[in-house]
């Protein structure tokens, strides 16, 4: 499992929630987030052969997923704590750098982080 990397349950939804008229973020909006995202992904990879956070090495982790303290407090107890292999630990740093991409964020913070790693409910799991 640790070669996916993202992993979640998705639990049933209640015929109200289904049925709910209310406003949600519209399909072109989100669109346009993700059009956002790949945009940055392409400048910061411009000149190399890769072309998206996905395909990034340990060199591309250290330069664009540089953490703040408190990220790495995070990570270290979120990694001890699950027993995350290395594969699994790459992965969630690849996919806090796409969601600070989302937000248009120029660093990877402890809320990136913390989603990221709630997208790993399968190793969440393991203990």
Not at 14 to 25: F, G, I, K, P, Q
Not at 55 to 60: E, F, L, T, V, Y
Not at 73 to 102: N, P
Request: charged share 35%; hydrophobic share 35%.
């Amino acid at each position: 499992m640790d070669r996916i990397d993202i992993h979640i349950e998705v639990p049933a939804v209640r015929y109200r929630d289904l049925t709910d008229r209310s406003e949600a973020e519209s399909s072109a909006a989100i669109a346009g987030r993700v059009e956002r995202s790949r945009d940055i992904q392409n400048d910061r990879f411009k000149g190399t052969r890769i072309h998206c956070n996905a395909q990034m090495n340990a060199r591309h982790l250290r330069k664009h997923c540089e953490l703040d303290s408190a990220g790495n407090r995070m990570l270290e107890l979120v990694t001890d704590r699950l027993g995350l292999s290395a594969r699994s630990f790459t992965r969630i740093l690849k996919v806090a750098r796409t969601i600070a991409d989302l937000e248009g964020a120029e660093h990877v913070r402890e809320q990136h982080l913390s989603e990221a790693i709630q997208y790993r409910s399968l190793d969440r799991k393991a203990i």
